[in-house]
Protein backbone atom coordinates (compact mmCIF):
# COMPACT_ATOMS: atom_id res chain seq x y z
CA UNK A 1 0.00 0.00 0.00
CA UNK A 2 1.41 3.37 -1.01
CA UNK A 3 0.50 6.27 1.20
CA UNK A 4 0.88 9.95 0.20
CA UNK A 5 3.05 11.70 2.56
CA UNK A 6 1.23 14.95 4.24
CA UNK A 7 3.01 18.43 4.19
CA UNK A 8 2.64 20.17 7.00
CA UNK A 9 1.67 24.36 6.13
CA UNK A 10 2.73 26.98 8.62
CA UNK A 11 1.69 30.30 8.19
CA UNK A 12 2.43 34.01 9.71
CA UNK A 13 1.23 37.56 9.17
CA UNK A 14 4.63 39.30 7.75
CA UNK A 15 4.57 42.83 6.79
CA UNK A 16 7.78 44.67 4.53
CA UNK A 17 10.60 46.40 5.49
CA UNK A 18 8.89 50.29 4.59
CA UNK A 19 6.80 49.55 7.43
CA UNK A 20 8.54 50.79 10.78
CA UNK A 21 6.90 49.68 14.05
CA UNK A 22 9.05 49.29 16.88
CA UNK A 23 6.77 47.91 18.79
CA UNK A 24 7.01 44.58 16.84
CA UNK A 25 9.57 42.29 15.36
CA UNK A 26 9.31 39.69 12.85
CA UNK A 27 11.94 37.30 14.02
CA UNK A 28 9.12 37.03 17.06
CA UNK A 29 6.95 36.62 14.85
CA UNK A 30 4.93 32.68 15.75
CA UNK A 31 4.04 30.41 12.86
CA UNK A 32 0.64 29.07 13.33
CA UNK A 33 -1.07 25.65 11.56
CA UNK A 34 -2.49 26.70 8.38
CA UNK A 35 -6.07 25.65 8.97
CA UNK A 36 -8.52 27.17 7.70
CA UNK A 37 -9.99 29.75 11.13
CA UNK A 38 -5.82 30.58 10.75
CA UNK A 39 -5.67 31.41 7.73
CA UNK A 40 -9.13 33.58 8.00
CA UNK A 41 -7.80 35.67 10.93
CA UNK A 42 -4.10 36.10 9.54
CA UNK A 43 -6.09 37.35 6.26
CA UNK A 44 -8.48 39.58 8.15
CA UNK A 45 -5.17 41.18 10.11
CA UNK A 46 -3.63 41.29 7.34
CA UNK A 47 -6.09 43.55 5.50
CA UNK A 48 -6.71 45.59 7.92
CA UNK A 49 -2.84 46.71 8.10
CA UNK A 50 -3.17 47.14 4.58
CA UNK A 51 -5.59 50.05 5.13
CA UNK A 52 -3.49 51.37 7.92
CA UNK A 53 -0.44 51.07 6.45
CA UNK A 54 -0.54 50.80 2.58
CA UNK A 55 -1.15 48.17 -0.17
CA UNK A 56 0.67 45.02 0.25
CA UNK A 57 2.64 46.44 2.43
CA UNK A 58 1.36 42.89 4.98
CA UNK A 59 0.80 39.49 3.45
CA UNK A 60 0.72 35.71 4.55
CA UNK A 61 4.08 33.62 4.68
CA UNK A 62 3.99 30.00 4.64
CA UNK A 63 6.66 27.74 4.77
CA UNK A 64 6.71 23.67 5.38
CA UNK A 65 7.05 22.60 9.03
Do not use: C, Y
Not at 44 to 65: K, S, V, Y
Amino acid sequence: MNKALRVMVEIRLRRSEIVHDSTTDDRLSLWIPDLPRNREKLAQAAEFANRLHGPDTHWIEERQA
